[in-house]
């Protein structure tokens, strides 16, 4: 199945997923302007979108640890994402 954009929401998160190594939720709330980032990472895998969510240790800013996921787009959809993108 070859991967499609659905929605504005959706080319918005493509566009940073492919742009960089990696976004946390909150990095993608901000550029996405959508709350419920599990729920739009799961219509990007319904659209036929392949990524990875590593979750990691950090210390907020209260000094507690906290686990974050990062989401990555696997290397093939990152570069057919920046095709598709372009055109």
């Known amino acids: 199945m070859t991967p499609i954009i659905k929605t504005p929401r959706q080319r918005r998160a493509l566009a940073a997923l492919a742009a960089s190594d ?38 907020d800013q209260d000094g507690k640890k906290c686990r974050p996921g990062v989401y990555r787009l696997t290397p093939e959809h990152r570069k057919l994402a920046a095709e598709m993108l372009e055109s």
Do not use: F, Y
């Open 22 to 59: 990696g976004q946390s939720v909150k990095q993608l709330q901000i550029k996405v302007g959508q709350n419920n980032i599990p729920q739009l990472m799961a219509s990007l895998r319904c659209a036929g979108w392949r990524w990875t969510c590593e979750i990691i240790e950090v210390i």
